[in-house]
């Protein structure tokens, strides 16, 4: 039977703690978390034995990119740059 740990925790240091304690407890665990946006703590959260992590921001910036992509393929019309004060 595979085993996979979901964390999804708003605290990267208990996240970081979790993944340590999972991965001893299973060294063959499945581990899928997600961080903020700091790069040293996906380094360190691989490190600790996460095998895929997710950066919080990168899932919003994506989110953002196809919503205005989509509003721009329904709304064609062309953006104007800002009046300068």
């Given at each position: 039977?595979r085993?996979?740990l979901?964390l999804a ?8 703690e979790?993944i340590?304690a999972a991965r001893r ?8 978390c ?15 034995g996460?095998?895929q992590v ?9 989110e ?6 989509s509003?721009?393929a329904?709304?064609?019309e062309?953006?104007?740059p800002?009046?300068?004060?």
């Open positions: 039977m085993r996979l979901v925790v708003p605290s990267d240091p208990a996240v970081l979790a340590s407890l299973n060294p063959r665990i499945r581990i899928l997600s961080l903020s946006i700091h790069l040293q703590r996906r380094m360190e959260a691989h490190r600790r996460a095998n997710i950066i919080e921001e990168q899932v919003v910036a994506q953002f990119q196809r919503r205005i992509e509003s721009l329904h709304h064609p062309p953006i104007q800002a009046a300068n004060s």
